[in-house]
């Protein structure tokens, strides 16, 4: 079995447009931006053994308000600069009912199951209530990457981080072997 760290888009690895105190994605290729360290911590947790899979929810496509088209070219110009094993996209809405929209778990046990991956030893870092919902559904730990949005912050996550560089600095600590020493 392998492990993962899944991973939130907007806001985790690639700043999120804040308007009116909500994160919105970028419109476009252009307007994406790599928050800082992130190519650094993406290598740092695939140097650990972790798969690195995106799972996004794009609802602006069922909405009509961009193209899958246009979030392809985000995700593919962000993965030049990231190099994750895979991006997993929910273009639907919350009125659409599918079991990919996070706070459902759909995207990461769906990636578990086509990954082979032990859910148990892996992580989910996201910066919104429904990443930490879907991460604890799918029974993963979860880091909330806490950016102030004036909206409903989740509950019941195992470690609130400034970003996913801190994220993968513990998931480091957590790996490392424990010795005879450390438990004297």
């Avoid at 804040?18 to 931006?33: C, D, F, I, T």
Wanted: one cysteine or more.
């Amino acid at each position: 079995m392998r492990k993962a760290v899944f991973l939130d888009r907007d806001g985790v690895l690639n700043a999120a447009v804040v308007r009116n105190g909500l994160p919105y994605p970028p419109a476009n290729a252009a307007e994406m931006r790599v928050i800082d360290g992130v190519p650094q911590a993406v290598a740092a947790l695939k140097r650990m053994g972790y798969l690195t899979i995106v799972v996004t929810n794009q609802p602006d496509i069922a909405r009509g308000t961009t193209s899958r088209e246009a979030v392809d070219a985000i995700n593919a110009k962000l993965n030049e600069s990231i190099g994750v094993d895979e991006f997993r996209v929910c273009p639907h809405d919350s009125a659409d009912h599918c079991d990919c929209r996070k706070p459902k778990p759909g995207l990461l046990l769906q990636a578990a199951t086509d990954w082979g991956i032990d859910l148990s030893q892996s992580f989910m870092v996201g910066d919104r209530w429904r990443d930490v919902e879907a991460g604890q559904q799918a029974a993963v730990r979860t880091f909330f990457v806490s950016c102030g949005y004036a909206e409903h912050q989740p509950v019941g996550y195992d470690w609130a981080v400034a970003s996913l560089t801190e994220a993968a600095a513990i998931v480091e600590q957590l790996n490392q072997p424990v010795t005879k020493k450390d438990t004297e």
